[in-house]
């Protein structure tokens, strides 16, 4: 069945632990919420803040709303600046790291279809 919701990014968002340091993440959009092909998550890092080292079985996509931040390829060695704006895609597959610049960041996104390994903690 088709319908369209209203999902507020507040408080009543589960937690989600992929914050390694300085910051909260938050399932917006996840299957808890009856989504089955896309995850949207909140990412409000501090200043320095990093997210663990993720990968995921499918693409993932972040869009940067505030802030700074570098994306870490911890595989290949490589690190890439993202600027206000910007959209980080990352493959199936890809080892990954977001880290905030100084300035903290706000990101909003997450795998496509969601990784159900990232909400096994709210499971009953």
Known sequence: MEAVRVLD???????LPIVERGGRARAVVWPGVGAVHRSMHLL???GGGRT?????????????CE??????????GESFEIGVGAM?????????????GDDGALLIGGPCPPDPALYGHLEG
């Open 44 to 46: 409000r890092l501090d």
């Open 52 to 64: 663990s080292v993720l990968k995921h079985p499918s693409d993932a996509v972040y869009h940067l």
């Open 67 to 76: 802030g700074s931040a570098t994306a870490d390829d911890p595989d290949g």
């Open 88 to 100: 980080l895609h990352i493959d199936a597959g890809t080892t990954y790291r977001i880290r905030a």
């Open 9 to 15: 990014s507040g408080e009543a968002c589960p937690e």
